[in-house]
DNA sequence: CCAAAAACTGGGAGCGCTCCCAGGAATGCG
DNA sequence: CGCATTCCTGGGAGCGCTCCCAGTTTTTGG
């Protein structure tokens, strides 16, 4: 058997060793180098980072992270069916603002979608097994029972929106729902229409709740009366046609409607333009979401209640550096304030 | 300092050696009941696993890929501009089907977004950096850098779709675009139809290369002239529509439309119906991707092209496995069949 | 010019695990 | 009953890294 050179040779990977042999050095002065802590020559660093380079050096991380104790990643959480996940654009931004929001502090995302029964062991196996410095979990659905299942965890956890059934003890950072669905209401109502209709979320998420109660306690404060105007839609496009028909079909006369997500208001579109009604003349549309890629799309486009995934997640990521610094950090509760976004569908 | 018991106190996180001495065995013991590999009697590995259930153990992965080589991740790296993304919902069914695939032969799935050009760095210098066992890449546009550097990668690597500028050399899962285009507007063409337009998708990929050559190359058999009739989208809604419209502004005659996605359909849907034409009627609309949450929901649903995702990752997931078992196994090219999902409108 | 401080270096220990190997216990068979 | 075979066990080495510490060199300043 013959083998040229040294170690480096044996499987193709350099070790701190190899690197620091090649610069001449010890391996303590060429990770001190290589990580600039402590004391270093500006000569050792030079031939150092020389040798590095040369030999392709790459830091293995497990080895790292044996010693140190930190991975370097952070698991993002999808609790939520199959369909519904591919049909939500704010769950897309989300995956989309993680990834950003994570490299920007040098961690790296892992995506996690729990849905079935035993995704849940899987998932809770994996985040205990070392795999990750901290999670951030999205896990809308108050029957989910992911959330008791975190609780075993060893590492930081953050919530996207209210936790299901932990109302006390863990970080959470939502938007204000409810306020945003006063606001909408408000604006439709300011605008002198009367008869004010609602397609509510799925009432099994807190989010859908908050922005149904939104929506009734402006209308009632404005002495307005909202039976018959609401209808449960599920977040969908389709789900969103079918409520709007069911709420034209009740209540005709109908003057404006508060839709509580983009998609939604995709389909209720739909309907309100098959069925020959004028936006906003005949009726007056204004949503939830404020999605990049929908909401100023639409035909017209829409007027919504301006929520940016990247904020909560920045807000998230904020939090999750405060638990992971200090453990027994008290629980914080943030909510951040949305806004409305005007445009030509009121 | 008063301490109770032993090493397990001291982090919180008990290690092989302790659930070893609960279990009143050897560390090696311990481990090979665990993973139970090798030979253990049936008391020891009872013993084990109570002890590991009871103290509440799971093992350190980083000790573990350290002396394995192996971290039991695997990385898809999506490299497309921001904004395409979001509105992709192939995109997002990839994602999905990466995360089912891997789960199912006991793999993560570590999500890379590459965009930037800082991106690509970070990209590489993480998935060189041995944090996980090989890369799954979608890298659509031909003019993409990624490829090109993730040649210098020491893991296997395995693309969805064709990696631009690598022709040779690379292991390759990719739909018949061109088949399924030809698909597609033969069975316009039987239908009757004989001014057969075309929405192609942007020709800086290869997938939208393909399809464009697929449609044109039947109308030419056909002995049809496909001058005039065809527009580039760029795979978005509103870039659908806008194609439609200026088609219908050059060839108001035209009697079919080839679009070369389910999202530019949709756009191209709208333009028809505001322009009053009647779908299959007056413009029969043959698309492609068949996305389970697009194309049957339609109005009315699409007869599309049907390519399915978990399929691709599926037969990704196994070459990238097939390269693990052996490191120079010579490049796998695979074109995977698509077959045509009749609907309504045509 | 010399002691103290600061700057720098290398060796050793050890993170928690798996794998190899030597040795002991149980079992088989002539 | 003796010996080979299978079964089972524990100890040691070592994966590649960081951190600590002791030792050496350089710089500082009275």
Redesign the interface.
Known sequence: MTRVGARPEED??PTLEDVAASAGVSRSTASRALNDDGYVSARSREKVQVAAREL?Y??????R??VTRR?G?VAVVLSEP??R???D?YR??V??AG??EL?DIGC??????SDTRE?LD?TV??L????VDGVLVFAPHRTDPLPKALR?L?IPVVYGGQAAGLKRGVHVVDFDNEGGAKLAVAHLVESGHRRIATIAGPQDQSAAIDRLSGWRKTLLDAGLDPADLAEEGDF???GGAKAMSNLLARRPDLDAVFVASDMMALGAL?TLHSAGRRIPSDVAVVSFDDN??LAP?M?PPLTSVHQDPREQVHAMVETLLAVMDDRDLKPRQRILPVSLTHRASS
């Open positions: 193709g990977r392709g790459s830091p293995n991380q497990a080895a992270s044996l991975t990643a199959e369909a996940l591919l049909d654009p897309t931004a995956m989309r990834y950003r490299a790296q995302m892992v995506l996690i979608f995704d899987r196996r994996f205990d097994g070392g795999h075993q060893r969908t496009l389709t739909r990049a890629t799309e035909d």
